[in-house]
């Protein structure tokens, strides 16, 4: 089985789907023995999650609005 | 059926081909707008009028019309960091050998901050408001947040991120995963001087 070490260092890029499948695997296995690693994999999911919950794609309505005129000046000059 | 000439369909695919941008940068605004504040702050508008102007002025070049978001935030990543340069500030020094060690979960874990919480972790990320996010975030440097940023919170694929910054797939990665390590080591010394470590629900 991997180490404790291995398993942490590649939580996140195995959360992003970004490792193989072998080392996938292999971290699953980790996880569904160590405990500890549990809490590891459970907090980089909360905190890719808290990330994403301060994405925040509003845009204050007057800078949105001098956006849109400029958007509309660029395309309509004569 | 008259014929039309040449300068009049010319005209007319140019007033198209103007419809279809006006299109795609208005549907894009706020997340650009969003995604602007994460990379140059205060200049966040400045920096979406600059890639709106680059972006009109290129967009006969955009071939399919499917990847014009990407497109669009290429251009605007680069807009944000011609403008952190001119702003020439020194980030600060990072430890990347104390880096690796650092994690998050077992920081809180052994300082436990909330003695009394069933939800420790959680606890120590719902103290965090909007604004001290985007302080974290900011404090981090460029080359560590423009990759966080785009893949977690605008949600790009990592091979489209290695695409927009112009780096190989590897580079990309190892950025993302120290700034992820940097950006919890700094969410820890950030609850530290801002008093964030105080118990959620009073005694």
């Known amino acids: 089985m991997i180490s404790c070490a291995e398993a942490v260092r590649q939580l996140w890029e195995y959360l992003d789907g970004t490792v193989g499948q072998a080392q996938s695997a292999a971290i699953e296995e980790h996880l569904s023995l160590c405990r500890r690693c549990c809490g590891e994999a459970e907090f980089a999911a909360e905190l890719r999650a808290f990330l994403v919950a301060h994405a925040d794609h509003d845009i204050p309505p007057q800078a949105h609005a001098r956006l849109l005129a400029a958007l509309t000046e660029l395309i309509d000059q004569p | ?203």
């Open chain 2, 1 to 203: 059926m008259g014929t039309r000439s040449a300068r009049e369909v010319a005209t007319q695919a140019s007033a198209e081909q103007n419809e279809r941008f006006r299109a795609l940068a208005a549907a894009q605004l706020p997340r650009l707008y969003g995604l602007a504040r994460r990379l140059a702050g205060d200049d966040a508008e400045d920096a979406v009028q600059e890639c709106l102007l680059k972006a009109y002025r290129g967009y006969g070049r955009l071939g399919d019309e499917m990847a014009g978001p990407a497109w669009l935030t290429s251009i605007l990543v680069n807009c944000c960091r011609d403008r952190g340069r001119a702003r020439a500030r020194h980030p600060a020094e990072v430890d990347l050998d104390s880096l690796d060690e650092f994690s998050l979960y077992r920081k809180i874990a052994d300082e436990d901050p909330f003695p009394y919480s069933d939800s420790l972790h959680l606890d120590f990320l719902h103290q965090f408001g909007a604004d001290d996010v985007r302080a974290v975030l900011a404090s981090l440097p460029e080359r560590y947040r423009i990759p966080l940023v785009l893949t977690y919170m605008d949600g790009w694929a990592t091979k489209e991120v290695a695409r927009m910054l112009d780096l190989p797939l590897g580079t990309v990665l190892a950025q993302l995963h120290r700034g992820r390590k940097l950006f919890e080591k700094r969410l820890w010394e950030y609850a530290e001087t801002h008093g964030l470590l105080k118990e959620p629900i009073g005694d």
